[in-house]
């Protein structure tokens, strides 16, 4: 039997707000447990919510970043259900109208050695105020209850069941983080809970049309495990169907240190959580005059810049999608080019997408705190570019620079000087190079006058080993060829 995997996506998205969505009370991570916690939050007798303007501002400016229709008039309802983590009882959400209805999101990814591109629908996105955490360490075998997140502003985000792979789920999930950090609504933190993914996940035979009997599994929080607990719960899945079982709905949790997605609890439908309207907030109503102030306040969408790349910097469409992956990114891109110049543009994406961003991963740091700045990256480009130093070389500058740590506009001349890195491009220099390479590699040298090409790569790199890499290899090629043919 042929399977297909059928996923859809709801992430829970910590809205960049000082206060909670229905309280004064701060959204400070770290504080000493339950000293954030009002009595609104707390839903005490004769405590009444009161909406957070600036929750609402977040929603809209996501809903227009993703081509969303912005309902005019939305209202919260309460979710009944009991944990110990939930003092209400019932937690404040949207179910009918949410603020937020439609949407795209489009995102690329690597399959089957090909870059391509895929556009998921959204059903929605909704507000709704957040629990708060039961903690199960250090209590000597009993668990505590820390309420300061009780009522943080969240922004629920709910995909159509349109992706159909681990890896585009990975894909679909970073473009969403990426983008909410770019709006600036989500400081995007996902160790400290503050972008969440919860993966339905089914499987039905190919060709058929019918969804499977889908598993939820809560709660992931890094882009690895919801790569792993796709591929665990589909195999298991898959397992269970061929040996004649059923799959039951229900919510797992993903065990990354077993491999393993276990049963946490079973999945509850929409009736089962009572919905009703909140008696105590109205509806929320949305001009068109508070979507336009919204709107006149965006920045430029990742989309309009990816064309814009394309169009201005006659960059290739991967390398425009990779570089606006995220804000500080392409940010900083912007910043290298117009030090270095549009005629280094491409130059400028092949380093960020190189040696920068590897760098960037095995240092654990993001693009905002390099210690390369923008107007460093640009001199070695132009140094690249005029012949001072090789792409080779250029290595070595880059990894100097790094560890300099220093804000040195003449930084790159610098390092070229006093590592003696400076190209060789001195005919009579390396006319002698290669007249001792010659002499030193006479079958080569037969070779490529037999007729084999190939053999002058290995007299290039003899040349280069010789000037440690220091001579100028266009040069040194062209030399090499005349000597070859006289």
Not at 163 to 177: F, G, T
Not at 187 to 210: H, L, T, W
Not at 310 to 315: A, G
Not at 469 to 474: I, L, T
Request: glycine share 8%; hydrophobic share 40%.
């Amino acid at each position: 039997m042929e399977w297909e995997v059928v996923i859809g996506i709801e992430n829970h998205v910590q809205l960049t707000t000082d206060s909670k969505i229905f309280s004064g009370s701060s959204t400070k991570f770290g504080a000493e447990p339950n000293t954030q916690a009002s009595p609104v939050d707390l839903a005490l007798p004769g405590v009444l919510p009161v909406m957070n303007k600036q929750a609402v501002d977040r929603a809209i400016r996501f809903g227009l970043a993703v081509g969303a229709k912005i309902a005019p008039q939305s209202i919260f309802a309460r979710k009944n259900y009991f944990y110990p983590d939930l003092p209400k009882g019932y937690q404040i959400s949207q179910f009918e109208d949410p603020v937020v209805q439609g949407g795209q999101l489009t995102f690329g990814y690597e399959k089957d050695g090909k870059f391509v591109t895929k556009t998921v629908n959204l059903t929605r996105a909704h507000l709704e105020e957040d629990a708060g955490k039961s903690l199960h360490e250090d209590y000597h075998g009993m668990s505590g209850i820390d309420l300061n997140r009780a009522g943080t502003p969240l922004l629920e985000i709910v995909s159509e069941p349109e992706i159909r792979s681990a890896a585009e789920a990975v894909a679909y999930c970073k473009a969403l983080h990426g983008l909410v950090m770019w709006l600036g609504i989500c400081d995007g933190n996902m160790q400290e809970g503050s972008f969440r993914c919860d993966i339905n996940v089914s499987v039905r035979p190919k060709g058929q049309a019918e969804f499977g009997t889908r598993c939820e599994i809560k709660n992931l929080n890094s882009f690895r495990f919801i790569e792993e607990a796709v591929h665990v719960e589909v195999a298991r899945q898959i397992e269970l169907l061929e040996d004649g079982g059923k799959v039951v709905q229900a919510t797992r949790l993903y065990d990354p240190d077993k491999k393993e997605t276990r049963l946490m609890r079973e999945k509850e439908d929409a009736q089962d959580y009572r919905y009703f309207p909140d008696p105590d907030l109205p509806p929320l109503t949305i001009g068109a005059d508070w979507i336009e102030r919204v709107k006149a306040s965006m920045p430029e969408l990742p989309a309009v810049m990816r064309a814009r790349f394309v169009e201005e910097y006659k960059l290739p469409e991967y390398d425009s999608l990779v570089l606006t992956a995220s804000k500080g990114m392409a940010t900083y891109f912007e910043a290298v080019v117009a030090a270095a110049g549009k005629e280094n543009a491409k130059a400028a994406a092949n380093w960020l997408m190189g040696d920068v961003s590897s760098t960037l991963n095995r240092e654990g740091v993001d693009i905002t705190e390099a210690p390369v700045l923008p107007a460093q990256l640009a001199g070695m480009l132009k140094r690249i570019a005029d012949g001072t130093i090789s792409n080779k070389i250029a290595k070595e500058v880059f990894g100097a620079m790094w560890e300099a740590k220093s804000d040195d506009a003449n930084l790159v001349d610098v390092i070229i000087e006093q590592k003696g890195l400076k190209q060789i491009s001195d005919t009579g220099a390396l006319e002698a190079i290669v007249n001792e390479v010659l002499a030193n590699n006479e079958k080569s040298v037969e070779q490529y006058r037999a007729g084999k090409e190939a053999a002058i790569n290995a007299l290039i790199g003899q040349a280069m080993k010789a000037s440690k890499g220091k001579a100028n290899p266009a040069q040194l090629t062209e030399l090499l060829k005349q000597k070859l043919a006289s």
